[in-house]
């Protein structure tokens, strides 16, 4: 590899922090943290930012254009690399950094398995099920928050399917405000 390697930018890089930017802008609606109860922690907010990002390369990925695997790829990517700066702003160690990434990598994975299987098979308890075991881990009482947290995700992924690719590529993708419909209250 040569010395202009290191410089230079990958093809989709700027509109993977943008995609990954909105989908961490919708993760901190004040809906989630007041009235839907989400735990206002590091690992709460590390949640609510998956899920919404686990929707966005869910619907990228799904594309049958080539281009949207690449843009989930570049998600992916900002996702982790904002991880990294994250762990060293609250000063990690560099030794430790790496481990604590591949641990986070390893938690978002499993998580985009559940949910995507719960949202291909249209299973809106089975979301709430893991979103009840990942969002709220052992907190009682979460079950009415993750059913509402689904129905959420399940609103969101449907926007993000009717979403044209260019929209998508623009780094506008259309995460719904997050509230409770008419029907669910």
């Known amino acids: 590899m040569g010395l202009l390697a290191l410089f230079r930018r990958k ?7 943008e995609l990954y930017g909105a989908a961490v802008t919708a993760a901190r609606d004040p809906w989630f943290f007041g009235p ?9 907010r590390f949640d609510l930012v998956g899920l919404h990002v686990a929707l966005l390369i869910r619907r990228l990925r799904t594309d049958p254009d080539p281009l ?12 982790f690399a904002d991880m990294d700066i994250n762990l060293r702003e609250m000063g990690a160690g560099d030794m430790s950094i ?4 591949k641990r986070m990598w390893e938690a978002f994975h499993g998580r985009c398995l559940a949910y995507e299987a719960a949202l291909d098979s249209g299973d809106e308890a089975a979301l709430a099920a893991a979103i009840e075991r990942n969002v709220w881990r052992s907190e009682a009482a979460a079950r009415d928050p993750a059913l509402r947290l689904a129905r959420h995700a399940f609103r969101s992924a449907e926007a993000l399917a009717t979403q044209p690719l260019a929209s998508l590529r623009r780094g506008e993708p259309p995460f719904p405000a997050p509230s409770e419909p008419a029907d669910a209250a």
């Open 98 to 101: 790496g481990k604590r990434v």
């Open 68 to 79: 949207g695997a690449a843009l989930a790829q570049a998600v992916f990517d900002a996702m």
């Open 36 to 44: 839907l109860g989400v735990p206002d922690t590091l690992d709460g």
């Open 11 to 17: 093809p989709h890089e700027r509109t993977g922090f």
